[in-house]
Every structure is written in structure tokens, then in C-alpha cells.
């Protein structure tokens, strides 16, 4: 079965900087785009980056832009997310996500990491 | 961007009684549409993919309709463990920025 998990969240102080792990298992890792997508405490799902199967393609939210880098190791089946110059606004329970065979829907999610931006 | 946005932003329901949950974009998405429910404490789970196929194990209680600006998802009996927030994302545009509604929280009436 499908698994994703992450790790890395924690609390930080503002400029400072984290990376974000998952660890992905139970279907053919190379072959699929991965997300990650964030929650804030108590607000809705904000996509965050994608990143292609085989690590040529990034995009991002504009919000993020410059300050977040996205990743894969396809050898080690995990996914990244390289966060620098944190702000409050990045305190969030980050998610990754597994994208659908047909489409960047999120077909599979982790059970989030969380991460708090405070001085 | 493409926004979307949900309503009602609370739907007070009944068990056994039928749902109707709403998500309108502010341009045409065709049927790349997608629809999730996250339970108190949980990761979102796929409902509905490609604005009405049901994900793998979702009970067919659980239907989506609709394509371009206007989507509706249908519980048509609910039962205890659906009582939840329904979130339904976009995934059409290209460069990819997906975008996904506001919620609508499912509560017991």
C-alpha cells in the first residue's frame, strides 16, 4: 500500500532554515509527480510545489517563490522541500502528496509534518 | 489565478438526510476537478478525481457532478463518519497552479 512520511517540521525562528523529508513507499516512486501542500492551524489547503517525475520540472506558489526549493531523490524514493528565510505566515502542517495516474490531483497523502515559525 | 469558491461554508445536516455541496471557479476548469474530505486531526483523502470518477474504496454514497465553472458533490445518505470538511481543487491550468476552494464543513443538524 501506498505510504508517505514525512519529517523535518519543528519549531523555527523567523529567517531561518528547514528541510522538510517524506519517505515514500508502496508504488513506483520515479514514476509520478509529488506535491507538497500546506494547511496553516486552522485554515484550508494552500498547494505549495510540484515537482515532476523526474526532477525537471518545479513550479511553485508565487507566495513562495525564491525562498522554498522543491526535490527527489528517486534512488531513495524520498521527496524534499528546502524551506530558507522562514516568515510566521510558513507555520503550517505540510503535506506531501502523491499526484493521480490521470492528472495533478492528490491521490495520497502523508500524515503531515508540522512547522512553526516563531521567534 | 484561478479561484474557487465553495458554498455553503457550513451545511448543517441530518444522518440519512442528502448533502448538496457546491464549488463554482472563476473560469472554465473543464473536468479537471477534484474533490477531498478531512476529518478533525487527519490528512485530506481523494474523494473524486476528474470532476466525477470516485477514488479507490470511496462508497458510492459519494457522487460529483458537473464541468467547466460549476461542480456540485452529492452525499446522498450521510452517515456518521462524514460529518467532516469537503475541499474541491482545481488542477487545470498550465503551468501548474492549483488552487483549491475555501472548505464546506459537513455538521450534525
Known amino acids: 500500500q501506498v505510504q508517505l512520511v514525512e519529517s523535518g517540521g519543528g519549531v523555527v525562528q523567523p529567517g531561518r532554515s528547514l528541510r522538510l523529508s517524506c519517505a515514500a513507499s508502496?508504488?513506483?516512486?520515479?514514476?509520478?509527480?509529488m506535491h507538497w501542500v500546506r494547511q496553516a492551524p486552522g485554515k484550508g489547503l494552500e498547494w505549495v510545489a510540484v515537482?515532476?517525475?523526474?526532477?525537471?520540472?518545479?513550479y511553485y506558489v508565487d507566495s513562495v517563490k525564491g525562498r522554498f526549493t522543491i526535490s527527489r531523490d528517486n534512488s531513495k524514493n524520498t521527496l524534499y522541500l528546502q524551506i530558507n528565510s522562514m516568515r510566521p505566515e510558513d507555520t503550517a502542517v505540510y503535506y506531501c502528496v502523491k499526484a493521480g495516474i490521470s492528472g495533478d490531483y492528490f491521490d495520497y497523502w502523508g500524515q503531515g509534518t508540522l512547522v512553526t515559525v516563531s521567534p | 489565478e484561478i479561484v474557487m469558491t465553495q458554498s455553503p461554508a457550513t451545511l448543517s445536516v441530518s444522518p440519512g438526510e442528502r448533502a448538496t455541496l457546491s464549488c463554482r471557479a472563476n473560469?472554465?476548469?473543464?473536468?479537471?476537478l477534484a474533490w477531498y474530505q478531512q476529518r478533525p486531526g487527519q490528512a485530506p483523502r481523494l474523494l473524486i478525481y476528474g470532476a466525477s470518477t470516485r477514488a479507490t474504496g470511496v462508497p458510492a454514497r459519494f457522487s460529483g457532478s458537473g464541468s467547466g465553472t460549476e461542480f456540485t458533490l452529492t452525499i446522498s445518505s450521510l452517515q456518521s463518519e462524514d460529518f467532516a470538511i469537503y475541499y474541491c481543487h482545481q488542477y487545470n491550468n498550465w503551468p501548474p497552479v492549483l488552487t483549491f476552494g475555501g472548505g464546506t464543513k459537513v455538521e450534525i443538524k
Open positions: 515537482i515532476s517525475h523526474d526532477g525537471s520540472n518545479k
Open positions: 473560469q472554465s476548469v473543464r473536468n479537471k
Open positions: 508502496g508504488f513506483t516512486f520515479s514514476s509520478y509527480g
